[in-house]
């Protein structure tokens, strides 16, 4: 008599989150979480390249004022590879849209956030969004 099990297992959304404020990284990273997304976090722009190009997040949730490598090069970087060329990008920022770096236009951001004007649960609504869900 042969027994056969099957085993479903639910893929979890890969977000990663490249920002440099501790607090707010641990905050999204809990409300990802919550949420039940699979959540990578960087510190750094230089560290979130590296990141991404080992976990390749369905989507990225990036700042542009970071140390070491800001967002919009962190960006240029990504759509650089052939991963990454086409993964939906949200910036998640404390710049208004007019102060934003010129060049996020030619990097194909799927949208632009204003931290201080939505609230986390607002941020996880707007990447389901993203994503179709």
């Not at 590296?50 to 800001?70: F, G, W, Y």
């Not at 236009?105 to 632009?112: E, M, N, V």
């Amino acid at each position: 008599m042969r027994i056969t099990c099957l085993v479903y297992t639910k893929y979890m959304t890969k977000i990663a989150i490249i920002e440099d404020d501790a607090v707010i990284n641990q905050m999204y990273r809990m409300k990802f979480e919550a949420a039940g997304f699979d959540v990578s976090t960087a510190s750094d722009g230089e560290a979130g390249v590296a990141m991404v190009e080992k976990t390749k997040p369905d989507i990225i949730l990036l700042d542009l004022q970071m140390p070491h490598m800001d967002g919009a090069t962190a960006l240029s970087h990504i759509r650089k590879s052939t991963w990454g060329a086409d993964t939906p990008v949200i910036i998640l920022t404390n710049l208004g849209a007019e102060e934003a770096p010129k060049e996020l236009k030619q990097l194909s951001i799927h949208s632009y956030i204003v931290k201080a004007e939505l609230t986390p649960s607002q941020v996880v609504a707007r990447v389901k969004e993203a994503l179709g869900e």
